[in-house]
């Protein structure tokens, strides 16, 4: 067990970090991804009535410019930033939370011992090896940045991903990780490593058993967890099991719109 607060347990309130503060409330918040780069996109998406915004740093069009400025246009509306770095590194972990984003998710969790990494990379001392030099990410959650400093190990949300057959092997000792939040399952990287193609259908036996031991070990070990759906009714089924979810992104919800639109236009 952890011997200092995490999220899970901070007794520290800021209405900024909307999306800790109805996770911890139990109040099952949506978030999207987002992976153009654009400040009117992230205001756009931000004006919808999600509670968090996962920068697409990983598959998105977002480099470091588009990613400060995505940040600093989500919170100034109320909605929380999360950014997903394209891999476990100390330096990425660093560049992307001195953005001010309000968490951070990483791709292909393997082992506990890249859990426990980027927990370190994630955090100031004396919890981790986090350094501070920028006045940004104080901005971000609306303080002071010696305030800052003082609340961003307990108050920024730390995301994995689950999403490789040897991620779902070691997933209960990941889980067992202090300062690991949010277990994040990335259904189709899931199915390319289980299965040897996307996307799943959902009812594969190999497929349903990973995903229920993820879960169990997420609950096992007192952390929240979360996955990646298609649109609001499958969202809405997953209120049973998750703490949260994410419902497509940005470049999906544009085309979706325009293909429906288009055959309704051209139907006879």
């Given at each position: ?6 999220a ?30 654009s ?60 953005t ?9 969790i ?17 919890q ?28 920024i ?33 899931l ?31 007192g ?46």
């Amino acid at each position: 067990m952890a011997s200092y607060p995490t999220a899970h347990t901070t007794d520290i309130e800021n209405p900024r970090l909307r999306l800790l503060n109805k996770i911890k409330n139990g109040e099952f918040p949506l978030m999207t991804f987002m992976a153009l780069p654009s400040v009117r996109i992230a205001q756009i998406i931000a004006l919808t009535g999600v509670d968090g915004i996962i920068i697409d740093c990983e598959h998105g069009h977002i480099g470091d410019d588009a990613m400060h400025n995505s940040v600093a246009a989500i919170s100034s509306l109320g909605v929380s930033p999360v950014i997903r770095i394209r891999g476990p590194a100390h330096d990425i972990i660093k560049r992307a939370l001195d953005t001010g984003a309000h968490g951070i998710m990483v791709p292909q969790i393997n082992n506990a011992e890249e859990a426990q990494q980027i927990v370190a990379s994630s955090k100031f001392p004396p919890q981790g090896v986090r350094g501070q030099g920028s006045a940004f990410p104080a901005i971000g959650h609306g303080l002071t940045t010696p305030e800052y400093m003082k609340t961003a190990n307990e108050t920024i949300l730390t995301m994995i991903q689950i999403e490789t057959r040897m991620g779902v092997e070691n997933v209960d000792a990941i889980c067992a990780v202090p300062g690991v939040d949010v277990v994040f399952i990335g259904p189709n990287d899931l199915a390319q490593s289980l299965l040897g193609y996307t996307p799943a259908r959902g009812d594969e036996p190999e497929f349903v058993a990973a995903v229920d031991k993820i879960i169990a070990a997420a609950k096992k070990h007192g952390k929240w967890a979360a996955r990646m759906v298609n649109n609001g009714s499958t969202a809405k089924e997953a209120r049973k099991r998750y703490d949260t979810v994410a419902i497509t992104g940005d470049t999906k919800a544009i085309q979706n719109w325009y293909i429906s639109e288009f055959e309704v236009a051209r139907s006879s």
